[in-house]
């Protein structure tokens, strides 16, 4: 049997595969030279590559270890490889590796990913390699699978590419020699040979997309096209941020008209309201708020409900409603007992779910609770510390004791800083060690994590406000000034900042360099800083859906200020994403994931915390007092007011059905087909 | 083409099918003489036929009707007949019909239905007649369905038969002439044709099975045997009451330890108590009442979600796990205009789900709320009612006024039980008018709403007392005495009358008959009473559960108590349904339904009870006013305890998956088998 590489056996790899001979023909629609690896099979033979991928290699990696690479890569699958098509740049000695997929293995991933394309019928149906022919435009892989998915695939097949027996890498020391079933890219890469693999940018279509995305004055997105260009996660996160924005209408337009019509109201009061150092307008009228508030809290479950169907439109219309990925190969970080799969029967390594759920309780919960400790501790030391220093200063009242002040601040400033850092490394190593099968479920749990200490760290001191403290006033202030500050710092480090980056440091760079050669055109992509993620980018969705839920009912205006803000933040986001950073992989996803649940479980914690602050609002107290209602009973008229709301919420939450009507008519059908399909496939392989 | 019947058309029913002709063998394992139809394949023709279903005809009915129907029963569904067996019984004229199935219609109904059977490779598989040869024991109909299973067949058979197109039937008026996809069982029905359908007794196998289940001292039951005779609804139910029965041990062992020991307690703290006219060993020590309610209100969610995973993996076991109604004939009631079924493709009536959601809005919704309304008018018209007669009997004091007395409770039953007859038909008819397309939608729908009405009226009263009234006493006093009264009547209406019937009536009257014809031994099991349906014992048991976890911290030995109840329980409910009543047709379902969601809602709704319940106790107001609380305060630790426990029970819930691993992996198996599938069989169409 003939495998890649071996100790310095250069021949060996496969007699047709990955010949450093150089095929004729024109090879790039990037106008790069031949150089381009042997494809495995007839069929994929095409006069037109396209590069893809850069893999970024070390600076001391030799010219041996290249060519074994390069081989790899171009290698069938049977005999280890990747079956993808390599280019080695300039010249063999070059440190970086141009990669493409030839037609026939980006057809099979997208069956084995699971990936749903238009069928002959109209519909879209599950891939099947078997089938290929009757899905439409199934020839021509620009048209057929979108730049991302292909991205994606080659990943994909990269990271998927193991070791079949033990051997050395040539031109690698001993102690980097592989193992039986090692995975391959990631060994390379933790040995320093392999920096960085990314997906390259089609300058062209790039152009087009920020054409249409963020330079005219549309109010939508072209979301198929950025779906296209940037994949499933990217396209998700702003499709919910459209939608998100759009549906801050409602409590805008609502919030405006109860501080308008309050306003008027107010002055005829404002004679009879004393003993406040809050402006009488910000107060408003007792019954506005109120309506307000019960109005968002309903109405933040109907817009996660509308936005699940809306999700689940969008996965059909992008093919991605019946991922496989539990069929799919297990995450290159997967490590287990090498065994059969019971679902798929294929060889693989097994990790029982037991194990699993052990090592989250035993390990991930009680760490993660210790940190959520350790941000409390370092709120009340704050606490505790400025108590201190206020007293210090009233005591020796000098320069010195003036400038501690500031220390309690800075230092939990400091401390706040540390931890998160720590915690992110702790976080991710707990998610490794939880040893997910499924890379979507290592990002979700990953995400939970990181999500759930964030947000405590973010709202630890409004809720000591809130519910320790039971000061609304502070609160207010606090949270009007945080709502001010965050969304300027954001649109000065989103907007403004970039702005003067792009035109004023990165344009002039970029024109100098116009006519160089091609792989100094790619390699300048990798100078661009990593994309770092979208994590931040939820996180600050989740932020102001917090402000905007969870103490609505102080701060009437929240909802226009965060529309507002959000109209800009979709610009700036695109613009971002095309321009300042290298371009990210993006799997194929189904929906948010893990940031859908965090979504609706704050919209259930705003009712308590609504429901709490309406009972602390001192107008609430004084109409109670008139009323002659006791504090307890006003208490249990709140509690009773908190269950009505929440058993409405779970109930309009049940009500709306999370897909709509003809896509369960689809997905119901898709099901038809193959429970029959299974019942005919069983007589057809009896009678052959 | 040639179909069943029309005017006088007698030999107009297809050439082979349905023949008076008597084909000749030995025919019944019941001794019945020869008379059943032909069969029209081949294969079907068996030595044996077994007597699986009587129809009860009319008195009025004339032997040319009768003739007409048993050849529609025997007609090939092509013919638009059932494709079963019938046999006219004693002769031509007699008022019953016997049917049977063959093999073929037997094995396709079994793929419609979706049922699973036992595959070649040991593990279950969704039925499919083409492949009928890998499915084990699938040429002896005795073993592979159960006897459950072909009645239910042949009932669905039998509920399925629609006219061709418009026809008289022979010896009926022609008013009742039959329509184009008439549902003509139903129509029958209606006309009075058919008295009855019912699954007819097998004496040995309830011989067996009446001995393994209620006669020894067994504490298990022989559920597969039941699931075997029985049908799915009903080894559904009594699974269920076993494994609630036996989940009542640990809070009744927690019961009686705590009842022991805060007696103890309580004897040295008894002169302290003061001013409550509850015995003081009721009282209990708080602490320990509490540990029991917290105790049993998360135990209440352990054992729903370990009975989701019982529940699981009996549904695999029984093959019920994949039904596939939703790609079944829709129920006979179901009626909308004709179009093609998005998800099969098959032409059948269609109704919208938008206009069943509008009906259930704007019919169903308000009319349930209203007759809730008219329970709690009832309650409070009762309460005013006792308060005026009081008034009376003060003032007079006389023997009328002391009967007079009466008058309100009498009243008060006489209304609440016309006013449960009124809603049980208001429910049918609703039921019906939302126009349900699969029959396990209508029961649920139709179970729903009488549960909903039944447990008001069994709570209302109770939780009027607890929160209205808040007097903790009176609601003690109301629960033991309903709980003592309640079981005591249920012993004796389900026992010992039962036992007494049986013993000094049904009995004598069975051995004087046993060598009666055939013929009149079937004819005999129709003069037992109809099954009343699960309702009332599952009702049973949701109201059992409901004094439980409802108010568990008043009357610490209900769990006790209801245990010894429910183990006699089984035991009687056995003895009923073998004995007592027609044995009831039972579809195969994957579960409870319906009473899955009522108990689990009962169990959150009891965190909230109970939470106030202990914050009524008399003996808690003693111990926050000793602790220097406030009321306010202790309503506030309430709540606190409320929210934690109920987002405890949500928590447990989600963490303890629904399914056991093993099961998982099994049906993860099948949707890949089938996914897989689809991409073949799409070939191999293309292919062929």
């Known amino acids: 049997m003939s495998t890649v590489g071996g100790d310095g056996d250069d021949g060996g790899c496969g007699g047709d595969a990955a010949q450093k001979t150089q095929w004729p023909g024109s090879l790039s629609d990037g106008g790069m030279g031949p150089g381009w690896t042997k494809v495995s099979c007839p069929c994929c033979v095409s006069e037109r590559v396209e590069p893809l991928v850069l893999v970024q290699l070390g600076d001391q990696v030799r010219p041996e270890t290249k060519k074994w690479l390069i081989r790899l890569i171009g290698a069938p699958v049977k005999d280890g490889g990747a079956a993808l098509l390599a280019h080695p740049g300039e010249d063999a000695c070059g440190d970086i590796i141009v990669v493409s997929a030839p037609k026939c293995t980006l057809l099979r991933a997208t069956e084995e990913l699971g990936l749903c394309k238009p069928y002959r019928s109209g519909d879209m149906a599950a891939f099947s390699y078997h089938d290929r022919d009757n899905f439409k435009d199934s020839d021509n892989m620009e048209v057929f699978l979108t730049l991302a998915e292909r991205q994606h695939i080659v990943k994909y097949?990269?990271?998927?590419?193991?070791?079949?027996?033990?051997?050395?890498?040539?031109?690698?020391?001993?102690?980097?020699?592989?193992?039986?079933?090692?995975?391959?890219?990631?060994?390379?890469?933790?040995?320093?040979?392999?920096?960085?693999?990314?997906?390259?940018?089609?300058?062209?279509?790039?152009?087009?997309?920020?054409?249409?995305?963020?330079?005219?004055?549309?109010?939508t997105q072209p979301l198929d096209e950025v779906h296209s260009y940037f994949g499933g996660t990217v396209a998700f996160y702003f499709s919910f941020l459209e939608f998100y924005t759009w549906s801050l209408l409602p409590p805008a337009v609502l919030g405006v008209a109860i501080t308008y019509f309050s306003g008027a109201v107010e002055k005829e009061a404002v004679d009879s309201v004393s003993g406040s150092d809050v402006p009488s307008d910000e107060e408003g009228s007792v019954s506005g708020h109120m309506v307000q508030a019960v109005f968002s809290?309903?109405?933040?479950?109907?817009?996660?409900?509308?936005?699940?169907?809306?999700?689940?439109?969008?996965?059909?219309?992008?093919?991605?409603?019946?991922?496989?990925?539990?069929?799919?190969?297990?995450?290159?970080?997967?490590?287990?007992?090498?065994?059969?799969?019971?679902?798929?029967?294929?060889?693989?390594?097994?990790?029982?779910?037991?194990?699993?759920?052990?090592?989250?309780?035993?390990?991930?919960?009680?760490?993660?609770?210790?940190?959520?400790?350790?941000?409390v501790l370092g709120m009340l030391g704050f606490y505790w510390g400025e108590a201190q220093v206020q007293q210090l200063h009233q005591d020796w009242d000098s320069l010195l004791s003036q400038t501690l002040l500031y220390l309690p601040s800075v230092a939990h400033i400091v401390y706040t800083n540390i931890l998160a850092t720590v915690y992110k490394t702790a976080a991710q190593s707990l998610t490794e060690f939880e040893n997910h099968r499924e890379e979507s479920a290592f990002q979700n749990h990953l995400t939970g994590k990181v999500l759930v200490f964030t947000f405590f760290n973010y709202f630890a001191v409004l809720f000591h406000i809130a519910f320790y403290k039971q000061d609304l006033p502070?609160?207010?202030?606090?949270?009007?000034?945080?709502?001010?500050?965050?969304?300027?710092?954001?649109?000065?480090?989103?907007?403004?900042?970039?702005?003067l980056v792009d035109h004023f440091i990165s344009a002039p760079h970029r024109t100098e360099r116009e006519d160089d050669p091609e792989e100094d055109k790619l390699r300048r992509q990798r100078k661009l800083p990593a994309f770092p993620g979208l994590f931040v980018e939820y996180i600050e969705l989740l932020v102001q859906f917090g402000y905007l839920s969870l103490f609505s009912c102080v701060y009437p205006l929240t909802a226009v200020l965060l529309l507002l803000n959000n109209l800009t933040e979709i610009r700036s986001d695109a613009f971002k994403i095309c321009k300042l950073f290298r371009k990210p992989f993006s799997a194929p996803v189904a929906g948010?994931?893990?940031?859908?649940?965090?979504?609706?479980?704050?919209?259930?914690?705003?009712?308590?915390?609504?429901?709490?602050?309406?009972?602390?609002?001192?107008?609430?107290?004084?109409?109670?007092?008139?009323?002659?209602?006791?504090?307890?009973?006003?208490?249990?008229?709140?509690?009773?007011?908190?269950?009505?709301?929440?058993?409405?919420?779970?109930?309009?939450?049940?009500?709306?059905?999370?897909?709509?009507?003809?896509?369960?008519?689809?997905?119901?059908?898709?099901?038809?087909?193959?429970?029959?399909a299974l019942g005919q496939q069983k007589q057809l392989s009896e009678e052959s």
């Open 297 to 375: 809290m309903l109405w933040s479950t109907v817009v996660m409900e509308l936005w699940k169907r809306r999700s689940a439109s969008l996965s059909y219309r992008w093919g991605s409603f019946h991922l496989a990925e539990r069929f799919a190969e297990p995450r290159p970080g997967f490590h287990g007992d090498m065994g059969v799969n019971p679902v798929t029967g294929r060889v693989e390594p097994l990790f029982p779910d037991w194990k699993r759920n052990l090592r989250i309780a035993v390990a991930s919960v009680p760490v993660v609770c210790l940190f959520l400790g350790l941000v």
């Open 157 to 219: 097949e990269l990271d998927g590419v193991r070791a079949q027996r033990d051997l050395r890498i040539p031109g690698l020391p001993d102690s980097l020699a592989l193992q039986q079933r090692d995975n391959i890219w990631s060994k390379l890469e933790h040995a320093g040979v392999i920096l960085d693999t990314l997906p390259l940018h089609h300058q062209d279509k790039l152009k087009a997309l920020s054409k249409a995305w963020y330079s005219g004055n549309q109010l």
């Open 474 to 499: 502070l609160l207010r202030k606090r949270l009007a000034s945080l709502l001010v500050v965050t969304q300027l710092v954001n649109q000065v480090t989103e907007v403004v900042v970039p702005f």
């Open 592 to 676: 948010m994931g893990v940031w859908q649940i965090a979504f609706e479980i704050l919209s259930f914690v705003s009712v308590i915390s609504n429901c709490w602050l309406l009972l602390l609002s001192p107008r609430m107290r004084e109409l109670s007092q008139e009323a002659g209602i006791s504090g307890t009973n006003s208490l249990l008229l709140a509690v009773l007011l908190e269950h009505i709301l929440i058993v409405t919420k779970m109930v309009l939450a049940c009500l709306i059905p999370d897909e709509p009507d003809w896509l369960r008519k689809k997905r119901e059908h898709i099901e038809f087909t193959s429970m029959r």
